[in-house]
Nanobody, 124 residues
Framework: QVQLVESGGGLVQAGNSLRLSCLVSGLTISNYRMGWFRQAPGKEREFVAGAGWTGTYKYYGDSVKGRFSVSRDNAKNLVTLQMNSLKPEDTAVYYC?????????????????WGQGTQVTVSS
């Protein structure tokens, strides 16, 4: 059974940082590209960050470039998202996802597996 379990969310003041983790079981993430998405109430799920199989190639949504950083530890089956200089508009549920294919890493339809999400709330 494949499980992606996010952790590290919470309530934080604007300007501060949070570090999200995604621990994966049931598959070997070295065979998957990994992504982070977020969804705010009433909005579509949005691409935040992604990492290729080895982590050499990384991709970011325009709204988080320069503030967020994605990394992966294939030995630990772990993906992390470091979020700095948080803004109230970063408030959302954050999801970790895994894709085995070659589709656009920024597209939700590319992903085979999803976590349940972790809430991030940024107060002003």
């Amino acid at each position: 059974q494949v499980q992606l379990v996010e952790s590290g969310g919470g309530l934080v003041q604007a300007g501060n940082s949070l570090r999200l983790s995604c621990l994966v079981s049931g598959l070997t993430i070295s065979n998957y590209r990994m992504g982070w998405f977020r969804q705010a109430p009433g909005k579509e799920r949005e691409f935040v960050a992604g990492a290729g199989w080895t982590g050499t190639y990384k991709y970011y949504g325009d709204s988080v470039k320069g503030r967020f950083s994605v990394s992966r530890d294939n030995a630990k089956n772990l993906v992390t998202l470091q979020m700095n200089s948080l803004k109230p508009e970063d408030t959302a549920v954050y999801y970790c996802a895994a894709t085995s294919g070659w589709e656009n890493i920024k597209s939700t339809s590319a992903y085979n597996y999803w976590g349940q999400g972790t809430q991030v709330t940024v107060s002003s």
